[in-house]
C-alpha cells in the first residue's frame, strides 16, 4: 500500500496515501480501537458535520476571514458530504476519548483534502488548504462537535416519528376492525369488567401517539446550539460577528429553527437535552415493550393461553417441537426497549460525569442516541410491517370468556346491589356456573331486563339513565 507521511505535534505517521482523512484520523484509529464501528455508522452525523463546516466557510468568507477560491472548495466538499459521498473515509471508532476531537478532525481532514482536489491539488497538500488553519477557522471541537450532534439527532428524531406515527395509524386501523368484538379486561391478570377489543388496540394508539408528540417536543431543545463559543464558550479566536452569521447559515442549509444560546460558556458545558431526549426515547421504550408483553399475552396459546388474538406466524418457532410458532416480532421489540433503557443509563452517567467547562463525554452520549434512535425506529416499522397489520380476533373465544366470568356480575351491581352481586360471584366460582344462568335462576332480573344490561354497547362504557 503507497503512502503519504504527514506531520503533527507528535512527529511524523504514515498514511495511505489515497485516504482522504490525515494524520490525526490516522492515530485515533489506533488509539480507540474500542467498538470497530466507525462514525460512518451514522450517516446523519456525517451530513451534520458537513453542514457546520459547509455554514463556518460561508460565514468566514462573509466576515472576510476565508478568500473566495478556499470557502468555494470548502462548500464544494460540504455538499459532497451532505448528498452522501466519502463516508467511508470517517473511520475513527464511535468510542472515542478527547470529547471527539478526533471525529471533528476526521471530518476538518477529509474537507481539506476532497477540498485540495477540487483546487487541483494533492492529497496532504495543506499549505494550499489546511484542516485547521481553513476548514476549522473560528472554532473548536468543543462547539462544533455537539452542535453536529443536535442537527444529527433532529434528522433521527424525525425519522423516529414518522415511524411512530405510521404504527399509531396501524393500531388505530385495528381498533376501528375490532371494534365490535367483545372480550374481557383484566387488572393484576384477573378478569375485570367486558371492553371491546377495539378499545384495547385504541388505547396502544394512543399510547404511542402521546410518546410521539413528546419526542418533538424534546427536538426543541436541541435547537439550541453553542456554535462560536469555540473552546468554553468565551468565543477566543473567533470573530465577533462569526456567532450570529455562522447560524443564519446554518439555518439556511439545514433548513432547522436553530438558535444560539444565550450563554455559551453554560451551553458548551452543559449536556441537559441530550438526557432530556434520552427520557423521553425510554419512556417510548417502556411503553412499546408494555404493549408487546399484551400482545404476547393475547395471542399465548393457541389453545392452553388466552389465545384471544393471532399474531401473523413469520417464521417456525422451535428446532424441536413440531408446529410450535413463537411471537418473535414482539419479542424483538422488546429487547429493543431493553437495550434504549440501558442506553439511557449510559447516558444519565455521562452526563453526570461531566466536570467544569465541557463534558468530555459526549462521544458515549452520541452514540447511545443514535443506537436507541436507529432501533426504536427499525423496532416500530417492524412492529408495524410484520405483527399489527395482519392481527386477527379469535371473536367466538372472547365473547365465551366474557359469558364465564365472574368479572360480568360487576355490570349488574346497579340493578341487583353489591352485596347480592358478590355473593352471586362466590356462588358461580364455587359451583363452575355462569352468572347469567344464576340470575335468571334466582329471579334477580327477567330475561329481558338481562339481555339489555348484558348488550355490548353497555358492558364496554358509562351508564345511561336510572339503575
Given amino acids: 500500500m503507497t503512502v503519504r507521511v504527514e506531520h503533527d505535534l507528535l512527529g511524523d505517521c504514515e498514511v495511505p496515501a489515497l485516504a482522504y482523512y490525515g494524520v490525526h484520523t490516522a492515530r485515533a484509529v489506533e488509539n480507540f480501537p474500542i467498538t470497530g464501528i466507525p462514525i460512518a455508522r451514522y450517516p446523519e452525523l456525517i451530513v451534520a458535520l458537513g453542514c457546520v463546516k459547509l455554514a463556518a466557510a460561508r460565514a468566514n468568507h462573509r466576515l472576510g476571514l476565508l478568500n473566495a477560491e478556499r470557502a468555494d472548495a470548502i462548500v464544494s466538499a460540504c455538499q459532497e458530504l451532505k448528498s452522501g459521498m466519502l463516508h467511508d473515509q470517517f473511520v475513527v471508532d464511535v468510542i472515542q476519548g478527547g470529547a471527539g476531537t478526533s471525529t471533528n478532525m476526521n471530518a476538518n481532514e477529509v474537507i481539506a483534502n476532497r477540498g485540495l482536489e477540487l483546487l487541483g491539488y494533492q492529497r496532504g ?29 433532529q434528522f433521527a428524531v424525525h425519522r423516529l416519528q414518522r415511524a411512530m406515527t405510521e404504527l399509531v395509524a396501524a393500531f388505530a386501523d385495528k381498533a376501528v376492525e375490532f371494534g365490535g368484538h367483545l372480550k374481557m379486561g383484566r387488572t393484576q391478570l384477573q378478569d375485570a369488567v367486558p371492553m371491546t377489543l377495539g378499545q384495547e388496540f385504541g388505547s396502544y394508539a394512543v399510547m404511542v401517539g402521546e410518546d410521539a408528540d413528546r419526542l418533538g417536543e424534546a427536538a426543541t431543545l436541541i435547537c439550541e446550539i453553542n456554535l462560536g463559543g469555540t473552546a468554553i464558550g468565551t468565543g477566543l479566536n473567533a470573530h465577533r460577528g462569526y456567532a450570529e452569521a455562522v447560524c443564519e447559515e446554518l439555518c439556511a442549509t439545514t433548513e432547522l429553527p436553530l438558535v444560539t444560546a444565550s450563554n455559551l460558556v453554560e451551553a458548551t458545558q452543559d449536556v441537559g437535552s441530550f438526557v432530556q431526549l434520552s427520557g423521553v426515547l425510554k419512556r417510548t421504550a417502556v411503553k412499546l415493550s408494555k404493549i408487546c408483553n399484551d400482545l404476547r399475552l393475547l395471542s399465548s396459546g393457541p389453545r392452553a393461553g388466552l389465545g384471544e388474538i393471532n399474531l401473523p406466524a413469520v417464521q417456525a418457532g422451535s428446532s424441536i417441537m413440531p408446529g410450535k410458532v413463537n411471537p418473535v416480532i414482539p419479542e424483538v421489540v422488546n429487547q429493543v426497549a431493553f437495550e434504549v433503557i440501558g442506553n439511557d443509563v449510559a447516558i444519565s452517567m455521562a452526563a453526570e460525569g461531566g466536570q467544569l467547562q465541557l463534558n468530555a463525554f459526549e462521544p458515549i452520549i452520541a452514540h447511545s442516541l443514535f443506537e436507541s434512535l436507529t432501533h426504536l425506529t427499525a423496532a416500530c416499522d417492524t412492529l408495524r410491517k410484520r405483527c399489527v397489520v395482519g392481527i386477527t380476533a379469535n371473536v367466538a373465544r372472547m365473547r365465551a370468556t366474557v359469558d364465564q366470568s365472574i368479572g360480568l356480575v360487576t355490570a349488574l351491581n346497579p340493578y341487583i346491589g353489591y352485596e347480592a352481586a358478590t355473593r352471586l360471584a362466590a356462588d358461580a ?15 334477580l332480573l327477567t330475561a329481558s331486563e338481562l339481555e339489555k344490561i348484558l348488550q355490548p354497547h353497555n358492558l364496554t362504557g358509562p351508564r345511561h339513565g336510572g339503575s
Fill in 429 to 443: 366460582l364455587n359451583s363452575d356456573s355462569d352468572i347469567a344462568s344464576l340470575v335468571l335462576d334466582r329471579g
Fill in 125 to 153: 497538500q495543506y499549505a494550499h488548504l489546511h484542516p485547521l488553519e481553513h476548514v476549522n477557522l473560528g472554532q473548536s471541537t468543543n462547539d462544533v462537535y455537539p452542535t453536529a450532534l443536535k442537527i444529527a439527532l
